[in-house]
């Protein structure tokens, strides 16, 4: 679908630019929607949803983090319909609720959890997406008593966590009377007659909903991931370009769309102030949006992942111009080489600005990595090979030497280190590690099966040179 008001040869370098990046990224599907001057100007399907079944613009997708503005415009209602305070503490709402250091409970208010600002770490809300036990929206709140915030809420600390938005779900149950995906449905995707979107996903699964995927050393397999109920209000709503479109368009009209009103325009100017500094340069934290800029030109954007799809929108409330991208496919390691900045190129296109290139691409990284995973996996394969020849056709060496023992040494450390460490460098569990970056955490666990099977064998043979020179 396309408009006047963009020309059609900009919307001819889209389509080609999309369709290049889906080639080259191995993309299975993706959905592309761009709004501007209040009505849609373009939406296609490009690639495959399933075996046999092509993507469309009404192709349902899971959102990952781009529900968090869906649970935060909802907190906005209740706070225009005085059923909230954003400066009040969540406690107030919510009696029982608690975190570890309990007296870092009351100071939590509403606000703090909307800007990422209560404390609570970003490992605790990658460890909630890497759940798989089924538990109900109230369950997972009641365990937050067992998170030690990482800093005090008066600090005003941006800290990413999807935590923080399991949280609000439930004050929209609390203070709504409603469950969370009733309330959803009522009072956001019916007035707005998104009837792609879905709370339920055996409800998207009917309505055609994507084949999801993981990238494996760069090729896309299918996976069915785990879709937790939980956790909708930080990522798991689902929706289709074509719905999500409507929902820019309102954002970009203040709350309004089609004579509907769902927030005041200074409810919405709530939404998207920016209220704190993230960790990126040039980014500031708003409500469910990131306020940012891209040649000059102030945008609000957002990403969205969970294991198997991935998803980007970016507004600029100046051009009245949003973009919206959903995909079928991720990997948390390599996301951030490509699949990330396909809605921010697209507004690059729209503006005439060069495209960004980054210096190590998708392709480029996965070659690399290959290369490096082949030859360090022969090696240790082949060390392993050597070592049990050794054993079986008793070529022990006379005495246990240096380079013998800083060779244990290393089989024990790194692994080890790997282990233990890789947890806290990505700040997400090794349950989360499997789902997200289920290629390279299952080969390092491998490569540390290989050491550990080394140690062993270095052992016995130790073993048996001791047992034969005390003979």
């Known amino acids: 679908m396309t408009s006047n008001s963009i020309d059609s040869v900009v919307l001819s370098h889209v389509e080609q630019y999309i369709a290049a990046t889906r080639r080259q990224l191995h993309i299975p599907g993706l959905a592309v929607a761009i709004v501007s001057n209040g009505e849609v100007v373009y939406q296609q399907g490009i690639g495959n949803a399933a075996i046999g079944r092509a993507v469309t613009p009404s192709t349902p997708f899971v959102l990952g983090s781009l529900s968090k503005s869906f649970t935060a415009l909802a907190i906005m209602q209740l706070v225009e319909a005085d059923k909230l305070d954003l400066d009040t503490p969540v406690q107030r709402y919510i009696p029982w609720f608690r975190v570890r250091n309990g007296a870092a409970s009351p100071p939590i208010t509403v606000r703090h959890l909307l800007n990422h600002t209560s404390g609570i770490s970003r490992y605790a809300g990658r460890a909630l997406l890497s759940d798989q036990s089924g538990k109900t929206l109230e369950q997972s709140v009641r365990e937050v008593r067992y998170i030690t915030l990482a800093h005090s809420p008066a600090a005003w600390q941006f800290e990413y966590s999807n935590t923080n938005y399991l949280v609000l779900a439930l004050l929209v149950e609390m203070v709504s009377g409603e469950s969370f995906p009733s309330y959803i449905q009522c009072h956001i995707f019916e007035p707005l007659h998104m009837k792609t979107s879905f709370v339920d996903e055996k409800r998207a699964h009917l309505a055609g909903l994507a084949q999801g995927s993981r990238w494996w050393f760069g090729f896309p397999l299918a996976f069915d991931a785990p879709y937790?109920?939980?956790?909708?209000?930080?990522?798991?709503l689902i929706s289709s370009a074509e719905d999500m479109a409507q929902w820019v368009l309102l954002h970009l009209g203040n709350g309004s769309l089609?004579?509907?009103?769902?927030?005041?325009?200074?409810?919405m100017k709530e939404l998207h102030r920016p209220a704190v500094s993230t960790r990126k340069t040039g980014s500031q934290g708003a409500m469910g949006w990131r306020v940012e800029q891209i040649g000059g030109e102030l945008i609000l954007r957002h990403?969205?992942?969970?294991?198997?799809?991935?998803?980007?929108?970016?507004m600029l409330p100046g051009h009245k111009l949003g973009v919206i991208v959903l995909a079928n496919c991720n990997n948390g390691m390599v996301a951030q080489l490509g699949l990330d900045q396909i809605a921010l190129n697209v507004v690059r296109l729209?503006?005439?600005?060069?495209?960004?290139?980054?210096?190590?691409?998708?392709?480029?990284f996965y070659s690399l990595a290959n290369l490096l995973i082949a030859a360090i996996s022969l090696l240790q394969l082949g060390s392993l090979v050597q070592l049990l020849r050794s054993l079986v056709l008793h070529r022990?060496?006379?005495r246990v030497g240096v380079g013998s023992l800083l060779a244990l040494l290393g089989d024990v450390i790194g692994p080890?280190?790997?282990?233990?460490?890789?947890?806290r460098w990505t700040d997400m569990p090794w349950r989360g590690l499997l789902l997200y970056v289920p290629d390279v955490s299952r080969w390092i666990m491998g490569m540390s099966v290989i050491s550990l099977m080394k140690i062993g064998v270095r052992l016995c043979k130790w073993f048996w040179k001791s047992k034969t020179a005390y003979l």
């Open 228 to 236: 937790l109920y939980d956790a909708q209000g930080a990522a798991f």
């Open 258 to 267: 089609g004579g509907v009103r769902l927030l005041s325009p200074a409810g």
């Open 303 to 314: 990403g969205g992942e969970v294991t198997n799809f991935r998803a980007d929108m970016v």
């Open 350 to 364: 729209l503006l005439g600005q060069p495209l960004l290139r980054k210096g190590l691409t998708f392709r480029g």
């Open 396 to 398: 022990r060496p006379t």
């Open 416 to 423: 080890l280190v790997l282990l233990w460490q890789l947890p």
